[in-house]
């Protein structure tokens, strides 16, 4: 493979914003039929490295080769006709659209809707990657949106294919589907640029691995030969902080939901059945399942979002079915959304004005009035307690990197003092070092006493993290078990909606121990 000169090579690629140098001196080359990896802390440079190449962000220094001969790509549509493409970390696609219509934007020669809507079914299917053309993606989760994204750059057939973090959504069995369709890809001679926290599928899928720290080029290595930990040690420059779960007794209930009956608001989505849950003071309670299955409609009947009958969800003993977003954050209830821009954080705003978000009653505001310095001590205590890379407080929520306001979000709902915690996808596209960062925050609240939700797709983290687990599918709960009595065929066997038989499969291995072998 490496006989063949690169299809892609960068010498000595800079970039500059005015708080930070995103990339200094990059040199990378990708080959044909290479699937090459770039890995690096959140915050590194690897997005707007992939920027430069797809001609979204202009270099300021360096050199851009493709197939040996020098090119300047100022456009996505340049980079297109290159063979280039993209699947972006946060989605760009118009919620008003359906599918087939977002799909159809972003073709140069779009085909008449209904041979696009054939191509999009054939594509789809072929790759395993479920999407129906006619649905409005307003209507469709984080992880159906994903697809869609996956599919248009399939569809375009591209030379060289960038995929920034395409699995962060994806269940254990769509994740192997994606690795058939880039193998395939790769042996058809595709280049792949591939970005990922998750270090094991790094390890498993990619031939390369450059690595990318503080802007810089931190190594370039075969991750086949490498551990989870040198690889995690290149990027972070020292060892993998540690993360320690412990048993614990749970107290009282916190969060209890009875009966729960939710019609989806929309005609793709998903309703809520008959929905049984209580999670207590100290204990963590994992929602697992695919997206799509009723996460949306859950998470948004429990914050307060929508309402449903009062006696269907209580909180601290509270009846709360009928009571607004606000309303239950007087009770204690906290909740991390799945969108960080746009519902967790404004993009256009400081991070400090992004504190009032959800804090305007703890002390942020007087008599009506902002309290600006409060505010802006709020944002610094978050900066520091939660590591988060920006340029200071009054950074624009939208600079950070994605991981970063993750880490921004999780901790301002941490530190508002809640007696129940509801997250969703707590570390989604969230590096390794960030991401133990952000589960010990989990934990520690548990351990002060506070009852936890999370809802994940990430199945390695639901089973590190929680103290019993429940699966989702289509709109129905699973019983909630302990973690450590379950087993994963137990649980892939609930994701398919399969648990009229309650019977417990016993745990072959253990499965948290799995995923730390
Ligand atoms: N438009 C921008 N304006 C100002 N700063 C920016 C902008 N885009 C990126 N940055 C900064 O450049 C640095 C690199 O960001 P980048 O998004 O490339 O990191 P990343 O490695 O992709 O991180 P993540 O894994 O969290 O997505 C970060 O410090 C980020 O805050």
Not at 155 to 170: A, F, G, H, N, Y
Not at 241 to 247: A, D, L, N
Request: with cysteine.
């Amino acid at each position: 493979m490496q006989k063949l000169p690169p299809r892609l090579e960068l010498i000595n690629v800079g970039k500059r914003y005015p708080a930070v140098v995103a990339n200094d001196g990059i040199d990378l080359r990708v080959y044909p039929g290479e699937i090459h990896a770039v890995l690096g802390e959140n915050g590194a440079g690897k997005s707007t490295l992939m920027k430069i190449i797809y001609g979204v962000v202009a270099a300021d220094t360096g050199e851009m080769l493709w197939d040996n001969r020098q090119v300047t790509i100022d456009s996505p549509a340049q980079a297109r006709a290159l063979g280039i493409g993209m699947v972006f970390q946060h989605f760009s696609l118009f919620e008003t659209l359906t599918v087939a219509e977002n799909i159809s934007l972003a073709l140069d020669q779009p085909p008449p809707t209904a041979e696009l809507a054939r191509q999009i079914t054939e594509v789809s299917v072929e790759y395993g990657l479920p999407v129906e053309p006619h649905r409005p993606v307003h209507t469709m989760s984080v992880g159906e949106r994903q697809r869609v994204e996956i599919v248009r750059c399939l569809l375009q057939k591209p030379r060289l294919l960038i995929m920034d973090e395409p699995t962060s959504v994806l269940t254990p069995q769509a994740v192997q589907k994606l690795f058939e369709t880039l193998r395939r890809l790769a042996a058809e001679g595709c280049s792949i640029v591939y970005i990922s926290h998750k270090l094991d599928e790094i390890r498993q899928l990619c031939h390369t691995a450059t690595v990318l720290r503080n802007g810089r080029l931190a190594g370039t290595v075969d991750p086949r030969r490498e551990t989870r930990e040198s690889l995690a040690k290149l990027m972070i420059g020292r060892e993998l902080p540690r993360f320690h779960w412990e048993p614990r007794t749970a107290g009282e209930t916190r969060l209890s939901v009875k009966q729960l009956q939710l019609p989806s608001s929309d005609p793709f989505g998903t309703a809520l059945e008959d929905i049984e849950l209580a999670v207590r003071s100290g204990e963590i309670v994992g929602i697992a399942g695919i997206s799509g299955n009723g996460q949306q409609e859950l998470l948004s009947a429990l914050s307060g979002e929508r309402t449903t009958a009062a006696d269907s969800v209580f909180l601290c003993g509270t009846a709360a079915g009928k009571l607004n977003a606000a309303q239950r954050r007087r009770l204690g209830l906290r909740y991390v959304p799945e969108e960080r821009l746009g519902r967790g954080a404004v993009p256009s705003l400081s991070l400090s004005l992004n504190t009032l978000l959800t804090g305007s009653e703890q002390g942020l505001t007087e008599k009506g009035l902002i309290r600006y310095p409060a505010l802006r001590r709020f944002a610094r205590r978050i900066i520091d307690r939660f590591k988060v890379k920006c340029g200071g407080e009054q950074a624009i929520a939208s600079s950070l990197s994605g991981g970063n306001l993750q880490k921004f979000i999780v901790g301002r709902e941490t530190l508002l003092s809640p007696t129940v915690m509801l997250v969703a996808q707590p570390t989604w596209g969230v590096d390794i070092g960030a991401a133990a960062l952000i589960r010990q925050a989990l934990l520690d609240l548990r351990d002060e006493g506070v009852a936890v939700l999370v809802v994940s797709e990430d199945l390695e983290e639901l089973l590190t993290l929680s103290d019993r687990i429940a699966v989702l599918a289509d709109g129905r709960l699973s019983p909630t078990v302990p973690t450590r009595e379950t087993s994963i065929e137990q649980i892939g066997l609930w994701m398919s909606g399969a648990f009229g038989d309650q019977t417990a499969i016993p745990a072959t291995e253990d499965p948290v121990e799995i995923f730390h072998a």
